[in-house]
């Protein structure tokens, strides 16, 4: 087995929840206790502002995997989509540098990876757990290992809340839905199964505290993008897209500390190829975070963060999708619908696969905006998370950290809404953006999911 001291290469553990926003006691939220990560990040590195270059599953995840955005991936921009294998991959890389690497649980996908060109999932073999995994690990061979959490994805089970203790007292509702006991009841299920998500980092602390290769372990703990709520997942709002990030290699890196620097996830496979001392190839977009993490500052510190999203779920007429694109600086956030005239959330009926407003995932707070959504006064949380959106949309997050109020008509943000918009032109050129007015490939990309149907 492996013993402290025989790596020369750290080993590299990703835990990754799915569908977890930053609803934690390390970031303000006192709702359930997290001593798993609370555990990792006494003595690592906290990140305040990470995000997720899209907020889906699939796409975020071939974000985390080739260092690439999701519209610079094909196929691979699409929830269940196909990751193509002509794109550079850090479990690859790292398993043709000696590494032996593996998968527990959901890793790349939702989608169909033999379609790219993969015999077993982009992110590794897959195992039944890490335990599993760790069993056969030689004492000389550094790994690289995912584990992927399905917590806390829906559908929820409601009896989970009760055995873990949750406080119903301190759930606190958005301001964009309905707070009621049926939607705090929905969180507490969404609570619930974060503490579940906890529990896991806690086994696999504890193992390779076992195995006596805890501080030579990099230990990576973030979430492919925000909640399953209404106007959160399959959005580029703040919590849809700014996720936890926490990252502990022993001695190396700060300890105990928090940064506020922007970072993204397309970050993490640069990161990860540099502490195992491999060239970041220069078809990756991210950049190692391996400077910040040991000093406290980059080398090359981000003005902005951009995220998108494509086709999300199969839930629009033609199934086509809802491309966005958007660009966050300390300030503002401004959002491009580049297909305004369709439905964000999925039209409001759509017979081809028998969901409304289906890019929202179903649960109870989906289905009370639903049942009153012609109802006066729900017509503010209609608007936010069911109607159509104007191409542009611009906040000013200091007044308004929600995200509520467009301002991208407001006469006095006129130069804002432009300077930031012509950044964000500017980068869809540089990373080659292939959507256009007229064009928009990701509608007609082969969707691998299955659709349901009438009865």
């Not at 335990?131 to 806390?152: K, L, R, T, Y």
């Not at 990161?271 to 001392?277: C, I, K, P, Y």
């Not at 729900?378 to 104007?390: F, G, I, N, T, V």
Request: charged fraction near 25%.
């Amino acid at each position: 087995m492996v013993s402290s001291g025989q790596n020369k290469k750290p080993n590299i553990l990703l835990i990754i929840a799915d569908d977890l926003s930053k609803t934690l006691p390390l970031y303000g939220d006192s709702t359930i206790t997290t001593p798993g990560m609370d555990g990792v990040a006494k003595d690592g590195v906290v990140f305040e502002r990470a995000y997720c270059t899209a907020s889906s599953c699939t796409p975020s995840r071939a974000s985390i995997l080739t260092g690439k955005y999701p519209h610079q991936l094909t196929e691979g921009g699409n929830l269940h989509g196909t990751l193509p294998l002509k794109y550079e991959n850090y479990a690859r890389i790292l398993a043709e540098n000696g590494y032996r690497v593996g998968l527990q649980g959901k890793g790349w996908g939702p989608g169909n990876f033999q379609k790219g060109g993969y015999t077993e999932n982009p992110a590794g073999k897959s195992y039944k757990n890490f335990e599993n995994f760790m069993q056969d690990q030689p004492a000389d061979v550094p790994f690289c290992f995912w584990i992927g959490s399905h917590d806390p994805h829906r559908p929820y089970s409601a009896s989970l809340k009760g055995s873990l203790g949750i406080d119903s007292m301190k759930v606190k509702v958005p301001v964009w839905l309905p707070d009621n006991n049926g939607v705090q009841e929905d969180f507490l299920d969404y609570y619930a199964e974060s503490k579940r998500f906890d529990q896991t980092i806690e086994k696999a602390i504890a193992l390779l505290k076992e195995k006596g290769i805890y501080d030579e372990t990099l230990i990576v703990i973030t979430s492919d993008n925000g909640m399953p709520f209404p106007r959160v997942k399959a959005n580029a709002y703040d919590r849809s897209t700014n996720i936890p990030l926490i990252m502990r290699w022993g001695r190396h890196f700060m300890k105990g500390k928090r940064t506020s620097e922007m970072v993204s996830l397309v970050d993490l496979a640069p990161t990860f190829l540099s502490v195992a001392g491999i060239e970041t190839p220069k078809s990756m977009e991210g950049q190692s975070l391996l400077a910040l993490l040991e000093t406290g500052k980059s080398k090359h510190p981000r003005a902005e963060i951009f995220s998108e999203r494509e086709r999300h779920a199969y839930v629009r007429a033609d199934n086509l999708g809802y491309p966005m694109r958007a660009i966050r600086t300390d300030r503002f956030l401004y959002i491009n619908n580049l297909r305004p005239e369709r439905w964000p959330a999925g039209d409001p009926e759509n017979p081809e696969s028998n969901r409304f407003y289906g890019d929202i995932d179903d649960g109870q707070t989906k289905k009370l905006l639903l049942e009153n959504k012609d109802d006066p006064a729900y017509e503010k949380l209609r608007l936010w998370s069911l109607d159509k959106r104007p191409a542009e949309e611009l906040y000013d997050l200091e007044k308004d950290p929600d995200q509520l109020e467009n301002l991208a008509k407001d006469a006095s943000y006129a130069k804002v809404r432009q300077e930031l918009a012509t950044r964000l032109l500017k980068w869809r050129k540089h990373t080659k953006d292939p959507v256009t007015e007229t064009i928009e490939p990701f509608d007609n990309y082969p969707f691998y999911g299955e659709i349901p149907k009438h009865p």
